[in-house]
Structures are given as structure tokens and as C-alpha cells.
């Protein structure tokens, strides 16, 4: 072990272990997830070789070959609960996207939750033992957030009880679905159904397009990979162009909405009944941006442990590069920043389930707010995680540039959670419009609940309206729920001037479309400080949860951090809602300074605590053991131009030309 | 043509090519660079296939074939200005580093400026012949920017009148150095000297690495690639390690320093004269950041007026994405950043040929001054240009993925400009130097000169305490001159800040290494706003260049807008120099907005005015023609997973699978 890496261990001031038990949510989870891991570390037929030196086509079929094995040994080992299964697919490709992902997430439930039950008897079971392997085709190469514009279409046959699927243009290839290019033999196709001459919107349709047995394409479907992208370098995203393609009847997706034999249309009884996965994926990717980000600071903390340059005092050896203020200032607010999206992934997972436990006992009252709450917290999260990943990449000079680090494939296997499940953006407007819904309402004097209840003490203030300003008495620095009320009142003002923004607009414009594009960057705003306040919060509430002393220490430091940090960068939105004096602003500075101090001895410590195995970081940087220059010397010694002492370019070209100079 | 570009096009309320010559420097230079650019793009041995179909093997060996036709052409065609070889080789290379590279401009330069006359005899023609292929060795696995820190060893042996050079641990072996793994039979060597007993700091050597003729690894060298990292496929960045290599006396480079047949050591006249590389390096890195940004925002911002997505009029058809107010703000201050920055770029290039003139003189009273702002400028503008791509590939939505973007190549052959040549942090600490040390003698009353000019004004308003409030009035947004004016107190007072958090550091600490580590968040702070008033100030002197009126008022929005958007970011700053109001705050959003609404007719113009032709952006989503859709389809064809209809994993995993379960 590196001893400086054994120092910082030994000198932490908590145990590691039980804040491991609070990340995974109890010591028996942690037992299980360990469990879990070594079941797959230990598995000789999961070792494999570095992806870095692979092509791409080799990745493919490596991840290919990793797959099929997982399949066989999840029955095997009888792992079937869906968490288990998330961790165990997580360890065999060691947190890479995967051929049979959306097989797996996507085709599989979509079955179970809009077939009808003729339909599950036909299609589930063989899907189950992967005779059928599937997919699910919705964007297209011409469109993507707005569904309604799709273009593809299915039109009911009366005669033959059959759907033609169609791709009119190329704007309307499907383009994206991951496993589509090469694995999937069956896609679940999003279309516009036509039926006796009449338009009934998208609907959805299981189309084969590979045959059983030769898994050649089949008649009248154009197939393929869509090229190498940004990350991803597993996974065959694919498009697909149907050119009348015919499937019985039968294929369409009728647990809801049905097509008669003759040709009648049924609408389904509801429209929001898919709402639901939408929303569950998106609280997941909460989760998922802070194991990136957590993995991210990780490498980058122990590597700076491990890593020492330049010089403090004259004549000292270099110091650790964590020593470095400038270093703390970029690492320790992204360490704090990983563990409050921690908290509020497990809350967002928590919220989900308590939620969907309604929803089946028929209540759908709270699905709005988690509608609006998953949408702004996925952007909040992946924009903040996606960026930060690079600051740990850089914070680490030359070597995080080498694939050795695992930093850049954590970026860009990362960084696409920032347009997938809803593009960010578009995801902030989608919370915005609720967070102005509920401040027209409590406007109007009716209560709002949940995280925006914060807008029913607004509108009493404006009531009273001379009792502003002493309300808003400024933030106590040192106080963390002062803070988040802080957080909490610049996130009303900002969804008020959003409102206000809006409402001037529409005095002004055509439509209430362009009024809202008008003021869209009020809006994004708004939702961004809604989303930041819920962080702190959640954070701040978690504290209470924690029961041993020294954890609670480490814990509230880093909370204080991340709060803190946040006034720093935004301190414009804090001046304007007179929650900080200018004074003060010099004071923010001291006070991140002190913590900075204060977190820096527990770091090591605090990133050992999200317990991730040497084998799936992945990193040489990262290592538990800090014997980062022997590991990295033996990684670069394996590179694929390595091969051969001189490489053939030197015979074809370089000989050939010092001979004619 | 697709019709919306077309459109754009006609709809532009400038002349384009008015602004190119202005961007190029003159008509006469857009001629000769287009000339230049016809000569490469009309060759058919330079076609090449998709670099992103290749494996990286495969990728280096395209290059070092390109590398070495373009060696023969270029002299074939006489050219051998400085500016045009550089043009020429970005041409051939797409603007991607080449294995070449380190020969070209390393290599040679320091054969030319630090070899004897005799050394040059020896060493030059055969380098110029590429008989000998030579890179820069400086950096080792575990010293970086310390550069007294490195290990490498340089023992002189008057017995044999020899050099014995040793990397004495693993931590001092060599790393980094483009084509030093596979390509280059020489190496500059940096190497800490003994001769006599005595130790006398790094030098640099002329060590053969590789056998001419075989180029197979001589004996006591371990050469080879660092393997794979995040961009630069096309480079070996190579390792080196030494083992009793013997080297004759005369392969140190002997202009300054010598080292005598009987091993007495001979100190060099002066320890700046390398100093002028550097500078010039990191002033040629501000005009890259200029170019890696407009690249990203012409691909970004004609696919924004290609795409057509989702509703703002119900019933019209789906508007072009340009036209939300939540992309313009994600791009047209980029835009305005690209502009921004070109003019800088030219600003630095033109200062390092007048310096070096005044040097060449023997004035060297501008040097330190020109040092400071290519460091700060280096950090400024590649970090805000590599996170600028991002921004720009993340506005493409899905697509901004793909390699045929040609986003993610931007980014990663961009983002290690952040840390070569001087990492990023440690170049604001240097310039933040520069700006104490100034602030210092301003407040002795002794008259500054240069960018940093400010602090004069700032010490004699400490003289008379009264009229500071005076003096800072608020600033009116809608003038640029008061703009800068801002931009100008902002600084002075951050560097104030600055200087007074180490003053008082100083009186806690027991060191001074200690008080300015404790502060280094201060300082890189001042020297950001420092950097930030120079390019607004840069950017506002250019305007009085510009004759055409319709031109001038196009690059006016953009500077407005860029000098505004700041304000926005950094509203805090100006809130607390009191040089805006807190109800002002809501004047910026707004002034932002009808910036934005009157730079969108012209932002296309605006792109093409950059005219890079689609064979350098290399684009499918930036094609001037904006067939996007299209040629999508025909890239993702030519994809290698494409080869085969069914793809081998099929048969080797998952039918089998199949069978099994």
C-alpha cells in the first residue's frame, strides 16, 4: 500500500464501514451487494481483456459474449429480484452500457405492461429465454422530443388482418435504439396507426425484422449499426427502415387501445398509463449520476493523495497535490456534490415506490410532482455530474487524459444521460411548467404540497407585503438550515420573477407559446434554483437519519460544502434576494475555506466509503492500493502499438521517404 | 441547398466574406489560405477514409502516410513560410495532431535555438531530411509541471568523453512526448546534469533512441506507446526509459551551457533564453481555442437552423430549433465567444512578433508582462472553449453523439490544450503573480504599464478614499465602453481582494508558500477577471477597426452580447464592486434577450463567415449545404459493424445461448 494513501486512511475520523452501510441503506444490503460483486469478480469466465486495446467490433462482441454468460448465470444463481439483477448486470460489464440492455429494461417490460394477456402468452416467454430478443424503436433520425411529430406509420389491412409498417422518408428511419443495429431479432415499433381511413396517434407494434435461426434481415427491413459514437462503443445502436412491412393483427401492443378485426378502433381508457416508467427511469438516472460522479472524485481524490509536485516550503519533499487549495477547491465540492445526489437518488427511489404503492391503491395524487421533480432532478443531476467528471479528469494533469484512468470512459459513458430519457433542457421547462402551475394556484390562494409548498408562504408574504424584507433577514453562514431556508427563498423569488417574466410576455406576444419561449431562460432558471433547493434539503433532512456522531460530523461538513459552494457561484441570486450582504460575500470565501480544511484529513476516507472494488473502477489512477507508476508503466507496456518493436508504417512510409529526401 | 439555410443566408444583413478577410487578417491572406486549402483538399493522395472507422493502429499508420506526403509536397511546392506550413498541415491533417508533430515544432525549433553552430551541422539536415526523426522528452510519469523535480539522469564520463543517461526509478520514466513511442528515432532529452562530482540542473541532450536503417530500439532503451487515451488516436505519445545509455559529449546542446572535454561545466549567460518558446506556444494556444469553439459552433448552430422540432405556434410546422430562446442562449454567446477570441488570438500573435522584434533589439522590458498574458489567456480561453464544445455538442440532442458529428473529435483533440504547455490552474497562478507583483508596485506609487495599467488608477483612488463611490457608478448596459469600464474596476478590485487575503495570510502563516496556497482561490479568481477584462477590452478595440457598417454592427451585438453574458455568469462580482444594482439584475436578462433576438437573422453569416470548407469540419450535422439527413444514413452504412448482415457474436454466442435456455 502507498503510505501516504495509508496515512490519510488511518488518520480519518470516522469508520468507513458504517457510512458505507448508510450509501447502500443498511448493513444488509452492503453484505448483499458485496456478495453480489464477488460472485462476479470471482468468476473466471467474466475475466476479460482491457476494452481500451479492443476495436470496436471486438467490444461489441465481448460485451456479446458477456451477456449470454450473465443470462445462463442469473438462472443459474436464481437472481431475479430486479435490484439484484441491476447489480449483478452492473459488475459483469463493470457499469458499461450493454447488447441486452434495452432487451432487458425496455422490451421486456413494455410487455408485461401494454400486452394484453393472449399477447404476454405469445411473446413473453420466448423473449424470456432470449428466442426473441428485442428492442424498442421510438425516435427517428428526424425526431426525437417531440413524439407527436413521428413519422412512421402502421396501416390496418382489413383484408389480410394485417399492419403495414412503413418509413416514408429518411427523416422517419428509427435511429438510436441500443441492440437494434446487430442483436435484436424483434423491435417494439412506436407508429402512427391509420385504421378504416382515420389517424389514431402513436401506437405501439412488435415487428420482427431478423429471421429465427439465420438472423438475416428480413424482407423489406434495412438494418444496421449507426456508426461509432461518443462512448457506447458496446452497445450496436441501430436504424431501422421499414418498407411495408407486414405483421398480423396481433402485433399491436392491446392491453390499452385495440384494432377489431375489422378495423374498428378502441381507445384506451387512459393516456397517462405509461407515464409511470418514464418517471422511474428518470428517478433512477438520479442515482446513476451520482455513482459517475462518485466514481469520478474517487480517482481523482486518491490520485491526488498518491501524486506530489511542486513545492510548499522550500527545501520539503513535493507535497501531496490534495494539499493544494486550488486542488481541494476543485475535488471537495464534487465529494460533497456525490454525496447529496446519493441521498437523492435514494429518496427519488424511495419517493417512486411509496408513490407507485398509491397509485395502485388508486391514488394519483403525488404523480405530478414526481413527474416534475424526476424531470428537473435528472437534468440537475447528469448537467452537474457530466460536468464535473471532466473536472476530476483534469484535475488529474496528463495521465487523465489515459484511457488508464478510466476517466474518459466514465465521461462518455456518463455524459449521454444529459439528452437520453428526456434532453435536458427540455426536461427543466417540463418542471417549470409545474413550478409555475402550483404558483399560479397558490397565487390564488389554494395550497400547494410537497417540495413546492415553499410558494403557499410566498404568496402570504405578498399579502403582507411590507413584512418582505424582514422576512428575508440574511443567512447565517455557519448555519446549514439557515442555509437551505436560503436556498429556499431564492428559489421562490426565482419562480416568481419567472412568473412575473411570463406574465409580461404575454401582454406582448401572439400566442402563450411564444410567450413562454420568451422567457424560457426564466424559466430554466427557476426550475434549476427549484431543484438545487430540493438537493439541500434532502441533504440537510438525511443528516437527521445519521446516528453515529463521528459519521455525523464527516457528513454535515460535506453538506455545509455543498450548500455553501452553491451560494459562491450563484452569489448574484442570493445579493438580489437580499439573503446575502455584500460583506458577507468575503466571508462565503473564509467559510469554504475552513471546510475545505476541515473535509480535507477525512477525503481518502470519504471516497473509500462508496466501496467500489479495484475491478470495477477500473482505473489505474484510481487504485486502492495508490501504486499508481508500476500499474500504469505494465498497463501502457500491453497497448496494441506495443505489438511489434517497429510498427509496418515505418516500412510502407517512413524508410520509403528518408531514402527520397 | 437545404431551404432553411438558404434562407438564412439570404436574410444576413452583412456582406460574409467582408468578415473574413477581417478574421483572416486581409483579403489577401483569405487567398492565399484558401489556395493553400485547394492545393491539399483537391489532392487525391491525401483522400483518406473515415478516420472514425479505423482502429487506432490503423489511424496512426493513415497519419504517419500523410505526414510523409505532405513532407514531400510541401517542398515539392516551395512552401516553407512558418504560417503557410502550418496551414498546409492542418489542411492534410483535418487539424488533427499528426505523429510529426513534436519533429516539426519542437524538435527543430530547439536544434535552431539551443545547438552550437557545430551541433548544427551535425544535427540539422539530417533532421530537416527526416533521417533523423526527433521529439521533445521532457516530462516523466510522476514530475510534470515541477520541472526541477524530474529524475532523469546525465553523468559525465571524461574517460570516454560520454554522457551516461539513466532513469533511476519508475517514476522517471519518460512520458508523454508525442511521437516518441513508434515514430521518432532521436529524442531531445531533459536530463539533470553531473559532471565532476557536482549537480548542475536539467539540460538537454541529443539521445538516438532508435537504430537508422532497422529502427529497432538501440541498446539500454525501453521505448514505446502509453497506450490509448482520451483523442489524439493519431499520436504515439510515447514512454522512455534509460538504462546506462552512453551518448558522445557533443550530443549536449551546447549554445549556452557546456560542458568541457575534461568535464568542467560552462553555466549558460542567461536562464531565460527558452523563456520565448513557451510564450509563443501559449499565445498559438489562444488562437487554437478560437478555432476549436467556431468549429463547434458552426456545426451547432446551422444543424440548429436545419432541425426542426416540437411546437411554438399550434397547427405551423415544427420550428427550426435556432429559433428557441433556450438554444440561442446556449450558443450565440459562444458564438460571441469564438469571435471574441479570434480577435485575441490575432492580438497575441501580432504582440509576440512585436516583443521578439523589441528583444531581437535587446528590449526586453515587455517580456514579463507578454509571459503573464499568454498564461492566463492559455487558461482563460481553452477552458471556456473545451466546455464550449460540449455545450455545442450537447444543443445536436442524440446526433451531437456521433462521430459523424464530428463534435466528440473537437472536443477530445481540444480539451488537453488544458493542461499541455502549462496546466491550466498553475498558469492563473502564474499570471495572478504577475498581477500581485504589479498591484504591489502601483500601491508604492510606481507607474504600471500594459494590460495591467488599471492599478494605477486603483492606488490613487486609495489616495482620495471619497471618491471611490463616486467614481463607481453603475454601469449602462447598453453602452460597451462602460461595459469594459466595469469589466476594468471588477478586476482591479478582485486582484485588491487578492492581494489583501495574502497580506493577511502572510501574518498567519509560517511561510509564504504557505499564505499563498491559503489564498490560491483569490488569486486564480483575480486573474480570471483580469483575463475576462482583457478580451472584452480586446474584443472592443477590434470594432474600431472594422470600416463596413453593416459588418460593424454585427460584430457590435457580439461583442455586446459577450461583454453582457458575463455580467450575467458573473453577477455577483459586479454586484459586490457595486458597479450594478440589484433591479439592474433584471435589466441584463433583458438586454440578453434582445441581443440574442437581433444576432439570430445573422447567426448562420455569422458561421459561414469563419469559412471552413465541409472537407475541414468534417461534419455530417455542420454541412454548408445542410443535407443532414441524408448523408447521416450513407455515414452509418459505411460503419464496420455494417461488414456483415449478422455479426459473428450471433453465431458464437447468442445462438447458442438460445438453444441452451
Same mark, same amino acid.
Given at each position: 500500500?502507498n503510505?501516504?494513501?495509508?496515512?490519510?486512511?488511518?488518520?480519518?475520523?470516522?469508520?468507513?464501514?458504517?457510512?458505507?452501510?448508510?450509501?447502500?441503506?443498511?448493513?444488509?444490503?452492503?453484505?448483499?451487494?458485496?456478495?453480489?460483486?464477488?460472485?462476479?469478480?470471482?468468476?473466471?469466465?467474466?475475466?476479460? &481483456?482491457d476494452a481500451n486495446f479492443?476495436?470496436?467490433?471486438?467490444?461489441?462482441?465481448?460485451?456479446?459474449?458477456?451477456?449470454?454468460?450473465?443470462?445462463?448465470?442469473?438462472?443459474?444463481?436464481?437472481?431475479?429480484?430486479?435490484?439484484?439483477?441491476? @447489480?449483478?448486470?452492473?459488475?459483469?460489464?463493470r457499469g458499461r452500457? &450493454?447488447?441486452?440492455?434495452?432487451?432487458?429494461?425496455?422490451?421486456?417490460?413494455?410487455?408485461?405492461?401494454?400486452?394484453?394477456?393472449?399477447?404476454?402468452?405469445?411473446?413473453?416467454?420466448?423473449?424470456?429465454?432470449? &428466442?426473441?430478443?428485442?428492442?424498442?424503436?421510438?425516435?427517428?433520425?428526424?425526431?426525437?422530443?417531440?413524439? *407527436?411529430?413521428?413519422?412512421?406509420?402502421?396501416?390496418?389491412?382489413?383484408?389480410?388482418?394485417?399492419?403495414?409498417?412503413?418509413?416514408?422518408?429518411?427523416?422517419?428511419?428509427?435511429?438510436?435504439?441500443?441492440?437494434?443495429?446487430?442483436?435484436?431479432?424483434?423491435?417494439?415499433?412506436?407508429?402512427?396507426?391509420?385504421?378504416?381511413?382515420?389517424?389514431?396517434?402513436?401506437?405501439?407494434?412488435?415487428?420482427?425484422?431478423?429471421?429465427?435461426?439465420?438472423?438475416?434481415?428480413?424482407?423489406?427491413?434495412?438494418?444496421?449499426?449507426?456508426?461509432?459514437?461518443?462512448g457506447?462503443?458496446?452497445?450496436?445502436?441501430?436504424?431501422?427502415?421499414?418498407? =411495408?412491412?407486414?405483421?398480423?393483427?396481433? =402485433?399491436?401492443?392491446?392491453?390499452?387501445?385495440?384494432?377489431?378485426?375489422?378495423?374498428?378502433?378502441?381507445?384506451?381508457?387512459?393516456?397517462?398509463?405509461?407515464?409511470?416508467?418514464?418517471?422511474?427511469? *428518470?428517478?433512477?438516472?438520479?442515482?446513476?449520476?451520482?455513482?459517475a460522479i462518485s466514481k469520478a472524485c474517487i480517482i481523482a481524490i486518491r490520485y491526488s493523495a498518491v501524486r506530489?509536485q511542486?513545492?510548499?516550503?522550500?527545501?520539503?519533499?513535493?507535497?501531496?497535490i490534495l494539499?493544494?487549495?486550488?486542488q481541494?477547491?476543485k475535488l471537495?465540492?464534487l465529494?460533497?456534490?456525490?454525496?447529496?445526489?446519493?441521498?437523492?437518488?435514494?429518496?427519488?427511489?424511495?419517493?417512486?415506490?411509496?408513490?407507485?404503492?398509491?397509485?395502485?391503491?388508486?391514488?394519483?395524487?403525488?404523480?405530478?410532482?414526481?413527474?416534475?421533480?424526476?424531470?428537473?432532478?435528472?437534468?440537475?443531476?447528469?448537467?452537474?455530474?457530466?460536468?464535473g467528471i471532466e473536472v476530476c479528469r483534469m484535475s488529474c494533469g496528463g495521465h487523465g487524459y489515459s484511457h488508464c484512468s478510466s476517466l474518459p470512459s466514465i465521461y462518455v459513458n456518463f455524459t449521454?444521460?444529459?439528452?437520453?430519457?428526456?434532453?435536458?433542457?427540455?426536461?427543466?421547462?417540463?418542471?417549470?411548467? @409545474?413550478?409555475?402551475?402550483?404558483?399560479?394556484?397558490?397565487?390564488?390562494?389554494?395550497?400547494?404540497?410537497?417540495?413546492?409548498?415553499?410558494?403557499?408562504?410566498?404568496?402570504?408574504?405578498?399579502?403582507?407585503?411590507?413584512?418582505?424584507?424582514?422576512?428575508?433577514?440574511?443567512? =447565517?453562514?455557519?448555519?446549514?438550515?439557515?442555509?437551505?431556508?436560503?436556498?429556499?427563498?431564492?428559489?421562490?423569488?426565482?419562480?416568481?420573477?419567472?412568473?412575473?417574466?411570463?406574465?409580461?410576455?404575454?401582454?406582448?406576444?401572439?400566442?402563450?407559446?411564444?410567450?413562454?419561449?420568451?422567457?424560457?431562460?426564466?424559466?430554466?432558471?427557476?426550475?434549476?434554483?427549484?431543484?438545487?433547493?430540493?438537493?439541500?434539503?434532502?441533504?440537510?433532512?438525511?443528516?437527521?437519519?445519521?446516528?453515529?456522531?463521528?459519521?455525523?460530523?464527516?457528513?454535515?461538513?460535506?453538506?455545509?460544502?455543498?450548500?455553501?459552494?452553491?451560494? @459562491?457561484?450563484?452569489?448574484?441570486?442570493?445579493?438580489?434576494?437580499?439573503?446575502?450582504?455584500?460583506?458577507?460575500?468575503?466571508?462565503?470565501?473564509?467559510?469554504?475555506?475552513?471546510?475545505?480544511?476541515?473535509?480535507?484529513?477525512?477525503?481518502?476516507?470519504?471516497v473509500?466509503?462508496?466501496?467500489y472494488?479495484d475491478e470495477m473502477l477500473n482505473s489505474v489512477l484510481g487504485r486502492y492500493d495508490g501504486n499508481v507508476y508500476d500499474n500504469m508503466f505494465e498497463w501502457a507496456?500491453k497497448s496494441?502499438?506495443?505489438?511489434?518493436?517497429?510498427?509496418?508504417?515505418?516500412?510502407?512510409?517512413?524508410?520509403?521517404?528518408?531514402?527520397?529526401?
Amino acid at each position: 500500500m502507498n503510505p501516504d494513501l495509508r496515512k490519510e486512511r488511518e488518520a480519518a475520523t470516522f469508520n468507513t464501514e458504517l457510512l458505507t452501510h448508510i450509501l447502500d441503506g443498511g448493513s444488509e444490503r452492503t453484505r448483499r451487494r458485496r456478495e453480489i460483486e464477488s460472485l462476479v469478480i470471482g468468476d473466471p469466465d467474466f475475466c476479460h &481483456e482491457d476494452a481500451n486495446f479492443l476495436s470496436r467490433s471486438e467490444r461489441y462482441e465481448a460485451a456479446v459474449k458477456k451477456s449470454a454468460l450473465m443470462i445462463m448465470k442469473m438462472r443459474e444463481y436464481g437472481i431475479s429480484d430486479p435490484e439484484e439483477i441491476y @447489480y449483478y448486470k452492473c459488475c459483469v460489464h463493470r457499469g458499461r452500457p &450493454e447488447p441486452l440492455d434495452l432487451h432487458l429494461g425496455m422490451f421486456l417490460p413494455t410487455l408485461l405492461n401494454q400486452a394484453s394477456p393472449e399477447q404476454q402468452d405469445t411473446f413473453f416467454m420466448p423473449a424470456w429465454n432470449l &428466442e426473441i430478443i428485442g428492442t424498442y424503436a421510438q425516435t427517428e433520425i428526424g425526431h426525437g422530443t417531440h413524439i *407527436r411529430a413521428l413519422e412512421t406509420t402502421a396501416t390496418f389491412d382489413p383484408a389480410t388482418q394485417e399492419f403495414v409498417l412503413n418509413s416514408p422518408t429518411v427523416s422517419s428511419i428509427k435511429w438510436w435504439p441500443g441492440g437494434l443495429g446487430k442483436t435484436s431479432n424483434h423491435a417494439i415499433v412506436l407508429a402512427q396507426l391509420y385504421t378504416q381511413g382515420q389517424y389514431h396517434g402513436l401506437h405501439a407494434f412488435i415487428v420482427p425484422i431478423r429471421a429465427m435461426g439465420t438472423h438475416e434481415p428480413l424482407p423489406g427491413v434495412v438494418v444496421g449499426d449507426i456508426g461509432p459514437k461518443f462512448g457506447f462503443d458496446e452497445i450496436d445502436n441501430g436504424f431501422l427502415k421499414l418498407e =411495408n412491412v407486414r405483421i398480423p393483427r396481433e =402485433n399491436m401492443l392491446m392491453k390499452y387501445a385495440k384494432v377489431e378485426p375489422d378495423g374498428r378502433y378502441i381507445k384506451p381508457p387512459s393516456d397517462k398509463l405509461t407515464y409511470g416508467t418514464m418517471v422511474f427511469i *428518470r428517478s433512477m438516472i438520479v442515482g446513476e449520476s451520482a455513482k459517475a460522479i462518485s466514481k469520478a472524485c474517487i480517482i481523482a481524490i486518491r490520485y491526488s493523495a498518491v501524486r506530489r509536485q511542486s513545492e510548499l516550503r522550500p527545501g520539503e519533499p513535493e507535497p501531496q497535490i490534495l494539499d493544494y487549495q486550488t486542488q481541494q477547491f476543485k475535488l471537495l465540492p464534487l465529494l460533497a456534490t456525490a454525496y447529496a445526489f446519493h441521498f437523492v437518488g435514494q429518496y427519488m427511489r424511495q419517493t417512486y415506490h411509496r408513490i407507485t404503492g398509491d397509485i395502485n391503491l388508486g391514488d394519483f395524487s403525488e404523480l405530478p410532482e414526481l413527474h416534475a421533480l424526476s424531470a428537473g432532478l435528472k437534468a440537475f443531476t447528469t448537467w452537474v455530474a457530466s460536468a464535473g467528471i471532466e473536472v476530476c479528469r483534469m484535475s488529474c494533469g496528463g495521465h487523465g487524459y489515459s484511457h488508464c484512468s478510466s476517466l474518459p470512459s466514465i465521461y462518455v459513458n456518463f455524459t449521454p444521460t444529459c439528452t437520453y430519457e428526456g434532453e435536458n433542457t427540455v426536461m427543466m421547462l417540463q418542471t417549470a411548467r @409545474y413550478l409555475l402551475k402550483s404558483y399560479t394556484q397558490a397565487s390564488a390562494g389554494q395550497k400547494v404540497s410537497g417540495m413546492v409548498s415553499y410558494l403557499n408562504e410566498m404568496s402570504q408574504q405578498r399579502l403582507q407585503p411590507q413584512q418582505v424584507s424582514a422576512r428575508n433577514s440574511t443567512v =447565517n453562514l455557519k448555519d446549514l438550515s439557515s442555509l437551505v431556508e436560503a436556498y429556499k427563498i431564492r428559489a421562490s423569488r426565482l419562480v416568481e420573477l419567472a412568473a412575473k417574466s411570463l406574465q409580461t410576455e404575454l401582454q406582448l406576444m401572439k400566442t402563450k407559446e411564444d410567450a413562454w419561449n420568451h422567457c424560457s431562460i426564466d424559466l430554466v432558471r427557476a426550475s434549476d434554483a427549484h431543484c438545487h433547493f430540493v438537493i439541500v434539503k434532502l441533504f440537510c433532512s438525511k443528516l437527521a437519519e445519521v446516528e453515529d456522531t463521528a459519521v455525523h460530523a464527516a457528513l454535515y461538513s460535506l453538506a455545509h460544502l455543498y450548500a455553501l459552494h452553491g451560494v @459562491y457561484q450563484n452569489s448574484g441570486d442570493f445579493l438580489q434576494a437580499g439573503l446575502l450582504t455584500v460583506p458577507q460575500l468575503t466571508q462565503v470565501t473564509q467559510q469554504l475555506k475552513e471546510l475545505l480544511y476541515q473535509i480535507r484529513p477525512n477525503s481518502i476516507a470519504l471516497v473509500d466509503a462508496f466501496d467500489y472494488r479495484d475491478e470495477m473502477l477500473n482505473s489505474v489512477l484510481g487504485r486502492y492500493d495508490g501504486n499508481v507508476y508500476d500499474n500504469m508503466f505494465e498497463w501502457a507496456r500491453k497497448s496494441p502499438l506495443n505489438q511489434t518493436e517497429v510498427h509496418n508504417s515505418f516500412y510502407k512510409y517512413l524508410k520509403p521517404l528518408q531514402s527520397k529526401l
